[in-house]
């Protein structure tokens, strides 16, 4: 407490779930949840509650214990220069995010498995194209970046048979699939891959990963699903990638700038999916009870759960 008044819980989210502060409030009575700073002395703010908040936002709070994101990735928030220094930052593992992740890197590996994106086109110009169906087994399916969203996403593929890699840049251990590691390795990865799927986390080391270079080394007729950050893909080498065959498909859900400008070029590509940025959500239902515990331990002086470290930046 300060004083006699309650410490306080501010939230600020312009894109989550709107159940959010008041599923917040509920779970912690003895706070009080505040979507504004206004009117709020600085020095009660125990906590907040973010995504993609306002550079500067949370600088004047003084008294933070806890900066929770409401989300896996982190990028966007260390981005933000004027953080308050030493406050520990927890990112969030939410199982109902995980599942729709899965789901959705699921469903669209089997559509380009099943050449859904080329049937497409058939019926659009009025064509019989029979494209003779083939096992999942056939089909070798890369997963860049193995934290729990890419380890969850390769149990869901291996579990209807796609043969399943998996590349990070550091080595991993303790995997149920094959994995490659680091520079040294990738184009050992790449050219035995059909389909990437891309779940890397954005820093100044993945930034433009998938670049020209990149895309000369995958294997011909490849395609690609992008659900980690916009920012992982020099947008010009995807559509010469593209154009010139060397990628078959993308399926976009990330972008550099969203929502996606109405000119962009993606929009009307006839080999590209675009889908806005809804390939998973965070959930109260599921993450409510992480983020009360990591309210409770950083208020007590306890370590929260899964911090984040800014100089890796993730």
């Known amino acids: 407490m300060t004083g006699s008044r309650p410490l306080v819980i501010l939230f600020h989210s312009d894109a ?3 159940r959010w502060p008041d599923a917040i409030q509920r779970a912690l009575p003895d706070f009080e949840m505040r979507r504004t700073l206004d009117g709020v002395p600085p020095e ?3 906590a907040a509650v973010v995504w993609k908040h306002p550079p500067g936002l949370l600088e004047p709070l003084t ?4 900066i929770q994101v409401l989300g896996a990735g982190v990028d966007h928030f260390l981005a933000d ?4 220094k030493g406050v520990p930052i927890a990112r969030l593992v939410d199982p109902g995010l995980t599942a729709r992740m899965s789901e959705y890197v699921l469903m669209h590996t089997l559509a380009l498995h099943r050449r859904l994106p080329e049937s497409a086109r058939a019926q659009r110009d009025g064509r019989w194209d029979f494209i003779h169906p083939q096992p ?6 890369g997963i860049l970046g193995l934290g729990e969203l890419g380890q969850a996403c390769a149990a869901a593929l291996s579990g209807i048979g796609f043969r399943v890699l998996g590349w990070s840049r550091s080595r991993r251990s303790g995997m149920a699939f094959e994995t490659y590691a680091g520079e040294v390795e990738r184009s ?4 035995q891959c059909d389909i990437l799927v891309l779940l890397l986390p954005l820093t100044a080391q993945t930034r433009d990963i998938v670049d020209a270079r990149f895309f000369d080394e995958i294997r011909p007729g490849a395609a690609l699903i992008n659900v980690g950050r916009g920012a992982l893909v020099d947008d010009a080498a995807l559509v010469a990638a593209l154009d010139e065959d060397r990628l078959r498909h993308a399926v976009l859900d990330v972008f550099r700038q969203e929502p996606l400008p109405p000119e962009h070029p993606f929009w009307t590509h006839p080999a590209i999916t675009v889908t806005p940025h809804n390939s998973s959500a965070t959930n109260p239902d599921t993450a409510m009870a992480q983020v009360t515990e990591n309210i409770r331990r950083a208020v007590s002086g306890q370590t929260p759960l899964h911090l984040v470290d800014p100089a890796a930046g993730y």
Do not use: G
């Not at 999942?136 to 399916?141: A, I, K, Q, W």
């Open 81 to 84: 220069t004027r953080l308050p």
């Open 63 to 66: 008294n933070l214990k806890l």
């Open 16 to 18: 989550s779930d709107p």
């Open 188 to 191: 050992a990865f790449l050219r």
């Open 44 to 46: 009660d703010v125990a």
């Open 136 to 141: 999942p087994e056939r089909t070798c399916v």
